[in-house]
């Protein structure tokens, strides 16, 4: 909730439910989840997160604001996880097919500690997709010194590949639209999202797949100018 451009963002009202309901919904179409977790912070501003969990009936889990590796490591040894996979709660666009085929990929490829389809961008922004052992989480938490490494989560093992097996997960059809934004951190993208869920006549949200939302840009190629303008931060910023 305490998003620093757009506050509140995740319970922002979308395709008739929210921003989070919608990360949510389409999260339980993807194939090869055990379970679904929100890993939210113990601030009193993230209440009403909470409350949005137990109305969609998914599970919770309150850790440190500002330290989210910690927290995340101790949602995922909670839940007794052995792989966890991370989405983060500003993309109401994220493909389950897509994070299904990534663990399809991770379990059954090449073995390693860190799977993503950020390390080599291919996928619009905003359907990012990380996949890690807890074990490299344990490590990357008890080891990781620096501020941006402690917050975002996953820096210290992409980081270090001489401490950590990677791999890169790129559209298999060889497409590269890592240009299209798909994300929420500015009210700009929430316009774009809003307008592609009314271009495209859905029921659930997890119904308005990617194709779907390619075909709606397709119709209507000004929907991405919405959110043009919006610079992604840096890890530093």
Wanted: charged share 25%.
């Amino acid at each position: 909730m305490g998003s620093t451009r757009l506050p509140g963002k995740v319970l922002l009202p979308l395709a008739g439910t929210s921003v989070l309901g919608c990360v949510v919904d389409r999260l339980r179409a993807a194939s090869g989840l055990d379970d679904l977790i929100v890993a939210t912070s113990l601030l009193d501003c993230d209440d009403p997160v909470v409350a949005e969990c137990e109305r969609l009936g998914v599970s919770s889990f309150r850790g440190s604001a500002e330290d989210v590796l910690a927290r995340y490591r101790a949602a995922a040894a909670a839940a007794g996880a052995e792989v966890v996979v991370r989405i983060t709660s500003d993309c109401p666009l994220i493909d389950g097919e897509l994070v299904g085929a990534l663990l399809r990929d991770f379990e059954m490829g090449e073995s390693c500690d860190y799977l993503s389809n950020t390390l080599v961008r291919s996928y619009p922004r905003g359907l990012d997709t990380e996949i890690v052992r807890f074990t490299a989480l344990e490590r990357a938490d008890r080891e990781a010194a620096l501020p941006y490494e402690r917050e975002h989560v996953t820096p210290y093992l992409y980081r270090h590949p001489e401490w950590f097996s990677l791999r890169a997960y790129v559209d298999p059809g060889g497409e590269d639209r890592s240009r299209m934004r798909w994300t929420v951190d500015a009210a700009e993208d929430y316009a774009f999202v809003r307008a592609v869920y009314a271009a495209c006549p859905h029921g659930a949200p997890r119904e308005v797949g990617t194709a779907e939302v390619l075909r709606a840009i397709a119709r209507d190629p000004s929907l991405p100018s919405l959110n043009a303008s919006v610079r992604q931060k840096a890890l530093g910023d």
